[in-house]
């Protein structure tokens, strides 16, 4: 069995102190199921920007590059608020998306039973919740130029960010979109500003298109996308398949995240074209939550989203969809036994940290 | 007492049986309390279009400019899906804002104690909510050129907007959120994405100034975009007044609409800049909720979305504070007393039509 290659950016604040877990299991892994990773380790964030004054450096983008998978911790923090636009911390994360052709971006909510509760919805709306938002994550208003502030004079400025799609990058992704509703619910809800985005007319046009052509035995709904993030927030069951743009769905899957409960519990998966030769994917594997530099090197942070992120690396990168459904099962287990972390802790439940949590996921896999 | 003109504009759906309800309601207030209302009606969105090919006419703008305050109902529905972009139902909506120069829209996402439970957030989430979104109306990605679809050939096109932002007018959009937070809570949002837009750094930036320079008395919070939609799901309550821009007001504005559980009960004033000779500001008052074709004609409508927007209208535009107040408190009367439409109701209440709820609001008013 061919060794593969890991290449671990575990970032700032919470981020090493959630990769620490995955570490473990990864060795664990190693040894007990002779699994065959092997991992690198590099910098992103403000801690490579501190080490050398970029939120990551060319030779572990190149690492990056080369890996079979990589797996992203978070990044910012207070320390580097004012650094310089081009080099704060989310700039090592949005370079590694744009140069890793990273468009796909997979985000499910899922909300756990022994979580229900915890959510700020009721308990009937999100019980058994199961969305997966597809995410296009190399276009829109992210990458697209101009990109500026512009000086007018008369201490007048002007800020400039342009959306900008084109119909193969609507394609790509609704093509994802659609692929992954075969093996769900086959249902897919469109999300765009069609009245009054052009880029927005575009997008509900292609999509509309690509369905057409190759897969019309998939139930697709349009929705504008300020209405969609209402109904995301009346009544999410409605969905199964979400697909939308790089900004829309920061937004909407940010709001998917908290309907959970449990946003310190919720993975994401990106990835880019198959390659022509080898099938393979290049893919980058994170936790939704963020870097919470307020709680970081407690050890009290909830290790689950990275944990789950692993889930679907093994899933995604590997096919060992065994694995990661015994992964995503001990999860699961865990939570049923009533081990919980503080951000997710209620009364009556055992309060645990990042570490404890760890060990018992890795007992239970 | 000089004559108060108003230009109704009730435009496709529900539109026109929600504004009855006002002309009943001016009526009653003409009669009764000799207001000196004149009202004056046109047409916008779909049947705009139908009479004469533009989502609002030439004459019918000027009315608008002409009046004291456009009261204005809904627009849209799927007869007009496919007429051209630049024809299109919400154009007439958007010529009239940009015109107007209605550069604040005021938009209250207010829990009605009878309607807490109603709500897909649990009660004790949205109990006594009372926040006030102050979203940028007439700049960002709504306005900003280029704006178009180019055909690449080779079956590949290419759709553009471009987000652009002056500092003056992120200077006159925050000062009317630190005003209007002077008297609430003294409480400031900020929301944007500096972290991946350059508008938001801009816009980041001049909010900080204005604040620092005229509103240091007010508390001033900064938070990225996609954590305030989380943050208005997981605890509202946390905010008073929310300042944002075109586009994300759009979204935020109407999911803190969804968390109060009555979308069919909230309104939005958009205001100009006052006159420097007169002190007048243009006014257009709308409801949040949209033209809901499926329900149009039935005589179901909630009409108390329109009518609270004409309570912001007699607060905001003639400065008829205690009509105002004396209007929402007939609401909050009917909904006391138990009284609902269809959108609204829940078991053990009274289920009532449009026209009642109209008829019931006047009566109490
Ligand atoms: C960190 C930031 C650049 C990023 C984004 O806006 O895409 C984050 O919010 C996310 O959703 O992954
Ligand atoms: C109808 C549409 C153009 C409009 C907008 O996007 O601004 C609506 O959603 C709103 O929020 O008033």
Redesign the pocket.
Known sequence: MATKHLFLLPGDGIGPEAMAEVKKLISAMNEKLGSGFATDEGLVGGCAYDAHGAAISDADMAKAMAADAVLFGA??GPKWDAVPYEVRP?AG??RLRKDMELFANLRPAICYPALAASSSLKQEVVEGLDILIVRELTGGVYFGEPKQIIDLGNGQKRGIDTQVYDTFEIERISGVAFELARTRKNHVTSMEKRNVMKSGVLWNEVVTQTHKARYSDVKLDHMLADAGGMQLVRWPKQFDVIVTDNLFG?ML??IAAMLTGSIGMLPSASLGAPDVKTKKRKALYEPVHGSAPDIAGKGIANPIAMIASFAMCLRYSFGMVDEADRLEGAIAAVLDQGLRTKDIFSPGMTEVGTVEMGDAIIAKF
Chains 1, 2 share one sequence.
């Open positions: 990044v910012g989310e994360l949005l920061d899957s940010d």
